[in-house]
């Protein structure tokens, strides 16, 4: 199975408290018959400012765990979707999903959900969300971060079915 990471939850992953939902995903990735990470265009070059981030998707790539999708290719996707008028501001994430038929995104933006999940932005097989929050806002503050690892996160990376390509 095929996984994106967006920029806003990189964090969780390669940061100095990483979430428990997010080591799971992150060992579910560095599993020998895990998932393949995706990276390319303008989400890789923002991913690849962590080091923690670039070295593990080196180490992926070399033991044929990742794929970099040519970064021409994302950036001119990305002229496709903005003709959708996606809600978010992610154009390069959806891209990438495009091109390389990855159906699993770990992101807690809330646009780029709803984007992910619409088949007229990604087609095909439907994208499906991991994600550390609930969705909805509790009393105005920020929505609501899920600290444990969930039976949707277990069920998730169990599929077989998010990757296209």
Excluded at 3 to 30: C, K, M
Aim: glycine letters at 6%; a positive charge; hydrophobic letters at 35%.
């Amino acid at each position: 199975m095929c996984a994106i990471i967006d920029n806003d939850v990189i964090h969780q992953l390669f940061g100095d408290d990483p979430t428990e939902p997010a080591l799971y995903f992150l060992r579910w990735l560095s599993r020998r018959n895990g998932g393949i990470i995706v990276a390319g265009g303008r989400l890789h070059r923002e991913l690849a400012q962590n080091p923690k981030y670039l070295q593990f998707f080196t180490d992926r790539f070399g033991a044929g765990r990742a794929r970099s999708i040519d970064n021409p290719l994302v950036d001119a996707e990305e002229e496709t979707v903005r003709a959708l008028r996606p809600r978010s501001n992610d154009t390069h994430v959806l891209a990438l999903a495009r091109l390389s038929g990855a159906r699993l995104l770990f992101t807690n933006d809330e646009d780029l959900k709803r984007d992910f999940a619409n088949p007229d932005i990604i087609p095909g097989t439907p994208g499906q969300i991991y994600t550390t929050n609930r969705g909805r806002r509790v009393r105005s503050y920020a929505p609501q971060e899920i600290t444990r690892v969930t039976r949707t996160h277990r069920n998730l990376l169990n599929r077989t079915d998010l990757c296209a390509a």
